[in-house]
């Protein structure tokens, strides 16, 4: 069962791909909230408590991973999830768990479970250990 309660915010330029995955995530006791594009996730973000961002990397007015800073500065508890149908090399040096385009449902609430415990991503970069 997934935590009750936890607010994902979903980014994506794609209005259908945000419908779809917002369907899969409310259908698991999510709260989500969705936006088109960075400027208004943002804002979003702003006005309420966020557990998650999932977000598209390529988008036309910012990437992924600058929306992923930029929320970050503002809600530093919250965790990121980053997505893409394509091979893009700012993910992997990003460190932020990954989820590839096209996906399953399963998959997908999956890997969100997975980042919400804060287990460790196969893709995330492993930070060396800090000195006793």
């Known amino acids: 069962m997934p935590p009750r309660g936890k607010t994902i915010l979903m980014v994506d330029d794609e209005d259908d791909i945000r419908a779809v995955v917002r369907q899969m995530l409310t259908a698991e006791g999510y709260i989500v909230l969705d936006a088109g594009d960075p400027h208004q996730a943002l804002r979003l973000a702003g ?20 929306l992923a800073q930029r929320l970050l500065a503002v809600v530093p508890s919250a965790k990121v ?10 993910i992997a040096a990003s460190g932020h768990p990954f ?10 609430v999956e890997k969100v479970r997975q980042v919400l415990r804060d287990e460790p991503s ?11």
């Open 122 to 132: 196969p893709f995330a970069r492993r930070r060396p250990p800090r000195p006793q």
């Open 47 to 66: 006005q309420q408590p966020v557990d998650l961002l999932l977000t598209d990397v390529v988008m036309p007015l910012m990437r992924g991973t600058e």
């Open 99 to 108: 989820l590839a385009k096209p996906f399953t449902p399963d998959v997908l």
């Open 81 to 90: 999830l980053l997505m893409s149908a394509y091979k893009v090399a700012e």
